[in-house]
């Protein structure tokens, strides 16, 4: 489906941002000193069909694998120690 954007061309004129040119969906000289409007485009793009539900269940399982691969890290660096205090303790 085809849509149509504003981009905003905006230059960086003071501080470590001074000559940075950014492209983004807003006029960022509207909210920082440190920035002045080149120009304005309209942009027309073909955005490709997407079912937002399942890029959020997509999301969810990634979240959820994360959270498990780190929990199983941290078990198993508990079990290595208990292994060690184990082992410790039986050759007194």
Do not use: W
């Not at 960022?28 to 002045?36: I, K, L």
């Not at 990634?62 to 498990?68: D, E, G, K, P, S």
């Amino acid at each position: 489906m085809k849509q149509t954007f504003t981009l905003y061309i905006c230059v960086g004129v003071a501080g470590y941002q001074a000559g940075h040119v950014s492209v983004l969906d807003f006029d960022r000289s509207t909210v920082s000193n440190e920035y002045q409007l080149l120009s304005a485009v309209d942009v027309e793009i073909d955005v490709p069909e997407y079912d937002i539900v399942q890029m959020e269940l997509d999301g969810i399982d990634t979240q959820i694998a994360r959270i498990r691969a780190d929990a199983q890290v941290k078990v198993n660096n508990l079990t290595q120690r208990k292994q060690e205090l184990l082992a410790i303790g039986h050759d007194e």
